[in-house]
């Protein structure tokens, strides 16, 4: 019989910054991947999800808005959602096979937390198990302006190993709608974490 490739497993954390719109569309190209996702959703995450994508935008009813969103090709993967109260979780042991994670987007109040070590949620602890145990961590943050504080975080988190991807969209693709930024991010992010992505054509030079 042959041997089936391993599929990837990938955490991904969805905090209170704004870019709800990066969280949803990175996890629906993670799935369109054949990934299996451990997802963790903070408070603030859960409410800007409802504020920037609408009232259908439920956690508990996330495979239904990944598919009306993003069609068919998300169900190639699967999914589970841990509580961020959680800290006996899977992902919060690093004997726990767990290949990378992405915290998209990323609040200052949780880019603190992860800098710090400070493990008070299931999303600090995994991230810091992330680093303990040298795999990748993507964080993508979202401020503006950024005080010398956050800048600081920033900087702990990349001298620790952690890939800083910040929500900042490029123009040189000629966007035509919001989705297509939130495609550019949740690209990178794909990039990142090592995967091909199609989600936006590559700079050809031209
Ligand atoms: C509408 C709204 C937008 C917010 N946008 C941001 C943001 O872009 N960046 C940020 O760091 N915090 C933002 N916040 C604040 C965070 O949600 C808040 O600090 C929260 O405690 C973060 O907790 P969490 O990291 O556990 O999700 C926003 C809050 C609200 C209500």
């Known amino acids: 019989m042959t041997e089936q490739p391993k599929r990837r497993r990938i955490a991904v954390a969805v905090t209170g910054a704004s870019g709800a719109i990066y969280a949803v569309r990175t996890i629906a190209a993670l799935l369109e991947a054949g990934c299996e996702l451990e997802l963790v959703f903070s408070d603030y995450g859960k409410r800007l999800l409802l504020d ?13 808005l990944m598919t009306a969103r ?29 290949d990378a994670m992405v915290i998209v987007p990323c609040s200052m109040k949780t880019l603190a937390g992860v800098s710090l070590g ?21 964080l993508v943050p979202r401020e503006t302006p950024m005080s010398l504080p956050a800048l600081r975080h920033m900087v702990a988190c990349a001298e620790a190993g952690a890939m800083i991807l910040p929500a900042m969209p490029a123009f040189y693709q000629q966007p035509k709608s919001i989705d297509d930024l939130a495609s550019f991010i949740a690209g990178k992010v794909l990039n990142a974490l090592g995967f091909e992505q199609h989600l936006f054509p590559p700079w050809k030079g031209e």
């Open 52 to 64: 920037e994508l609408g009232p259908e935008a439920k956690v508990d009813r996330l495979a239904e």
């Open 70 to 98: 993003y069609g068919d090709g998300v169900t190639r993967g699967s999914f589970v959602i841990h509580s961020n109260k959680d800290l006996g979780a899977t992902l919060a042991s690093g004997s726990h096979r767990c």
């Open 118 to 138: 400070l493990s008070r949620s299931l999303i600090e602890r995994a991230a810091d198990v992330m680093l303990k145990e040298q795999r990748r961590l993507v």
